[in-house]
């Protein structure tokens, strides 16, 4: 008897094992694939607008704004922010400058995109925001990556994509969850300090791919 349950035993024990690898081969199969229709999308993708929100958090500090979001490659980028602190400016980045105009002032500023006055509260700049630059975050190397499941929200099935950074420096983000669609757009994405406390959230709706945009668009 106590030779069956010893075998019984040992059965499951590998039984459990062999399912555990078989789920953790199976993430990692689904994270692969989600990533590779994100890089997909990126390099497809040659422009698009969206209603882009945004939360960023310094300390005791929250800074909140929403965008009217447009970008076009190679690298152009125009934020109207229509909600929030600064409502009514307009930035432009092109070239490696910052363009920023702001009522009632008639006249256009240039700044270097990490210039505090043209940065969020943690120094996130202009062009630092679409997803080209999102994705440059999940690839950058010594970054733990983990497909977490799926989400339902608004219709959409999303997949999510949790990321962990212990190498950061103290106060940077060590956590990133990133929700992306089918297509591999990524509609959402907030990093996350040691103490598992937001500090940037970003996420885009009412999304338009390639849109054609007038030249003028992305001058002030």
């Known amino acids: 008897m106590m030779r069956l349950r010893n075998k019984l035993s ?3 024990i590998v039984f459990c094992c062999i399912s555990t690898a078989a789920l953790a ?5 689904l994270l692969q694939r989600a990533l590779a229709m994100i890089e997909s999308k990126t390099q497809t993708l040659s422009a698009y607008k969206c209603r882009l929100s945004t939360v960023c ?45 702001r009522f009632p002032l ?36 010594g970054r733990g990556l983990s497909w977490q499941g799926k989400e339902e929200l608004n219709g959409q099935t999303l997949e999510i994509i949790e990321l962990r950074d212990e190498k950061t420096k103290t106060g940077e983000p060590q956590k990133g969850l990133f929700w992306v669609r089918q297509d591999g757009f990524i509609l959402k994405y907030e990093l996350y300090d040691a103490d598992n406390s937001l500090v940037f959230q970003q996420c885009h709706d009412n999304i338009q791919p390639e849109i054609s945009f007038s030249p003028g668009l992305f001058k002030l």
């Open 10 to 12: 040992l059965c499951v």
């Open 25 to 29: 081969e199976e993430r990692e199969i």
């Open 57 to 101: 958090v310094l300390g005791k500090t929250v800074e909140k704004r929403v965008y009217n979001y447009y970008f076009s490659k190679p690298g152009l980028v125009r934020m109207e922010i229509i909600a929030g602190k600064d409502k009514g400016a307009v930035l432009v980045y092109k070239h490696g400058i910052v363009y920023a105009k």
């Open 106 to 141: 008639f006249f256009t500023l240039r700044f270097k995109p990490q210039n505090r006055r043209v940065t969020t509260i943690r120094g996130g700049q202009v062009d630092q925001t679409d997803l080209g630059f999102i994705l440059s975050i999940l690839k950058a190397p």
